[in-house]
């Protein structure tokens, strides 16, 4: 009698649970959301209902803390409700769909991840962050079997549920093959009802997974409308019930439990990390975009302990801002990422860079050669130990969607392991085709990869190519390559081993002598993030403490939280190329398929060039103009793009080694550390004729290359000059040959040597005139312009004219 009392006091409580939550959903009386949100769901044909939980909070207290709490209970009263609702309109609908309530909202203390997940939220409504790892294959679960007795010539049913099913208790899954009298039975498969059904597996995001210690992962079981919805690299909130399941073994239960969530909502999150932003930010992050050297203070606020290198932190600055992606009419996609790969003898720094990335980046994920396979970086197909289906397993690569991968020690890694991420480095996808599994995976990361040469140190009497040791078809596809060499150079050895000792020796200010940092400082993890994030919304513009930096105190660093947000901001922008900078990259892509063309180049370059380098000039380029936060691409970036571009084609090189260089024919277009001296628009108004030891003496005292104008336009000419070599205009009196006239001027010169037959040697002066004004037709050159044209490439170091003879060098 007792028991009859507590049923009928349960379902009477059930009733008035299902009708608040029916008042809930009928607002026709207030704003109308969710009696509108009926009203799609029977006209669209849905069969789940998403619901704020926050509303629930807001209306109805108690109803919510209990959902959260005791959430199969709720759910069921809920989603009663909902077909209570439902039937007002359409009562066969109601009657006929297997209809369910989503949730979404603020879940407090209920947010987790795989490893916060813990006992205390058995049975609790839960929302779980993470990386999808695992997906299996979407496969029909049978919900109700109709079978047929010819004997009898009845019908039978039966339902089936199990421990996945949180609406009703578990039945016995045994497939009925004949009734009570034993008579066989024939199943409808026509009349029977399946749902989908998938299962995958999430993982603690990169970033916020601790240093050291394996990530967690939690399976997910998804029903009906929520398979199928997210495929391995996405990044989802999960909404659901967490609950263990017996694990049984010849039926027998053992003490240990898996766990599980029961889906009952997916949420795709933004794979972009955004920090917050204040309104003083913004304007600093705009003021800051309006400074002419804004490139220059960027680059060198980039791993600012780390001596020199400028060239390098420009590269790396422009893989963190990225290019613009374009996505064709036809379907095919042109990537904006940039691609650098450094490579270099030991101890310059390589790793470090690459460390500094990962601490910088939102997104980042680090690996390395020997420790990475193939299908490691990629995509793996496993075989699931419980079903025995194969599974599709998502690598490093997949997971660094939009973000970054960095590979150290990538020399480590066979060719074969090399080979499988040429796809990704190109299309910015994985595709697999194996075991029966046709997939393709988005992996649109950048590539921030580190190598020794060949012989583990670089060889100064072999060419780049040899000393790289890797296939043309994946050098190709890295957009930048830098060869970073130990050079033994006393001056630049004291200030290295200065700033290596000043990082030794330093200490925050107002700790103490002697004082042994704690085992999780934030500069010992490899997590890219920021617990202070959150709380730092106004970051300061500057550094303040410059005791552990390496660049001068009379130049001024950005705070890395500052440059988080101002790389954040400039990422977003997607500027537009100028007919200018269009022409500019056209004819400088030209000139380097000619150098390309050439014995020297080939010994010289360190990377193929063809129309992929096209492209990454117009990659350089936009990320050039993200920096200055402007919409258009104008000439100065890709004249700067250019520069980067022809220093990492053209490595640059040793001082022994150059001496000797200057003593063979053809390979004058290399200027004392291998930077460009080709005739820019920027550097067309300057001519010297200083030595080539003294330039690459001030080019080396200024650090780079990147500044050459200003630093060439100092020089002092102090060297005696033949008398057919004072060419040099005293004033602007004396006419100048024009930018285009002296493009057409060089080509000219190159056929009227070819006329001669004798290209390599001297050849008259007179004689090479006559030739040139034959080729030039209708344009001839007048004496001025010969004057002028000669002058400008001697100054270039491409002909020497002595004693009225003249030959190319």
Known sequence: MSTHIIDRDEENRQREITQEYLNFLDDSADDKTYTQKVEDLIKEQRNRLIVDINDVRRKLPERAKSLIETFVTEVTCFEQALRDMVARTDTDYAKDAQLHIGFEGAFGNGHVNPRSLKTSY???????????????????KIVKSVHFCPATKKTLEKKYTDATSYDSFPTSNAYPTEDENKNPLETEVALSQYKNHQTFSIQELPESAPAGQLPRSIDIICDDDLADRCKPGDRVRVVGLYRVLPNKQNGVSTGSFRSIIICNNILLTSKEVQPNFSPEDIKNIRKMSRRKDILELLSNSLAPSIFGNEEVKKAILCLLLGGKETLLDNGSRLRGDINVLLIGDPSVAKSQLLRYVLHTAPRAIATTGRGSSGVGLTAAVVTD????ERNLEAGAMVMADRGIV?????????DMDRTAIHEVMEQGRVSISKAG???KLNARCSVLAAANPVMGRYNLYKSPMENIGMQDSLLSRFDLIFVMLDEHDVDRDHQVAENVIKLQTYRAPGVPDGTVLPIDNAMETLSTFDPDADTNTNADIFEKNRGWT?????QKILSAAFMRKYIYMAKAIKPQLTEAASAYIATKYAELRSFEATKTADRERTMPVTARQLETMIRLSTAMAKARLAKTVELSDAE???????????KEKPKA??????????HGHHDADGSDVEMDDATDTQSSTTTRASRAAKRRAAGGDADMEVDESQDVDDTPVEPSAKRARPDASVPAISVDRLRSFRAHLRKAFDMTGKPDDLNPLATIKANMLEVAGNLPYTEAE???????LEADNKIMIHDDEITLI
């Not at 409504?125 to 496969?139: F, K, P, Q, Y």
């Not at 080694?657 to 200057?662: D, G, K, N, P, T």
């Open 640 to 650: 700067r793009a250019y520069q980067l571009l022809h220093y990492a084609c053209f």
């Open 657 to 666: 080694r150059q001496e000797a260089e200057e003593q063979r024919k053809g």
């Open 385 to 388: 130990a419980d079903t025995g």
């Open 786 to 792: 010969f004057i002028a044209g000669f002058e400008r």
């Open 437 to 439: 599994i046709h997939a």
């Open 406 to 414: 960095c590979i150290d020690e990538f020399d480590k890694m066979t």
């Open 550 to 554: 390496a660049v001068a105190e009379s």
């Open 122 to 140: 058995l049975g609790h409504l839960v929302c779980c962050e993470g990386i999808v790892t695992r997906c299996s294959a979407v496969r029909p």
